[in-house]
């Protein structure tokens, strides 16, 4: 007997929040420690900025994630009402929708409509959510946990340049943490694609590209306000 297929997109909801978390820690506090040290910042006031950075930035992304995730969840309970409200209302116009539905998706008219006649049987309002809304238990909205990997995910990937900060001498930090955070990225990258069951290359080479560019810029920035004050 074959064995059962995993279907990677029911890692999606914790999945994207995770590696943005850890994509935005990574990326800002490596962005923030490279700023600081290219203005001359003293080793203190380099720790400091990364630990401000990678508290606020946790907080941020969580209060975030949850506001989002939340608005997501209110739309699809108001799509739910409205369809539980149509179903209770105009149940034969329901039916008949259902049944369009299969028609478009390849049945005839016949074993549509006995399709959707039985799935109305059973549970209307889930048949409906499913297959005219498009929602399911697997792949709805859960504000607590996009918030909660969000979060943790960040305070990781933000503790990675940290340590470098902390573990390189001061007249290198720029470009130790701008290394580490490369190598952090690149594994990112691909540990991401692996989890969601896509091709390693092209997911590791963006995710590291956008990363040098967003250090890079911070790190001129930094350098020419430096010079300036």
């Known amino acids: 007997m074959p064995s059962a297929e995993v279907h990677f997109v029911r890692r999606g909801q914790w999945l994207r929040a995770a590696v943005l978390g850890a994509n935005d820690g990574i990326i800002s506090t490596a962005s923030l420690i490279v700023g600081v040290a290219a203005a001359g910042g003293a080793r ?34 108001a799509d739910l009402e409205r369809e539980k409200r149509a179903l209770r209302e105009h149940p034969r116009a329901e039916l008949r929708e259902l049944t369009q539905i299969y028609v478009d998706r390849g049945l005839t008219p016949a074993l549509a409509l006995e399709v ?17 809304l498009g929602f399911n238990e697997e792949t709805g909205a859960k504000p607590i946990l996009a918030a909660s990997a969000s979060a943790i995910s960040f305070a990781v990937g933000a503790a990675m340049p940290t340590l470098a900060a902390i573990l390189a001498p001061h007249d290198r930090t720029v470009v130790a943490v701008s290394i580490a955070a490369l190598i952090f990225l690149a ?43």
């Open 116 to 132: 959707a006649g039985q799935l109305m049987a059973k549970d209307a309002l889930s048949a409906h959510a499913r297959d005219e």
């Open 187 to 229: 594994a990112l990258g691909a540990l991401g694609a692996w989890l969601g069951g896509a091709p390693l290359v092209r997911p590791t080479l963006r995710v590291a590209f956008w990363g040098a560019l967003a250090m890079a810029v911070t790190a001129g920035i930094g350098a020419l306000v430096g010079r300036a004050v």
């Open 44 to 77: 203190d006031e380099i720790l400091t900025a990364a630990f401000a950075g990678l508290t606020a930035g946790a907080m941020s992304m969580a209060a975030g994630e949850y506001v989002s995730v939340s608005s997501q969840a209110d739309s699809e309970a």
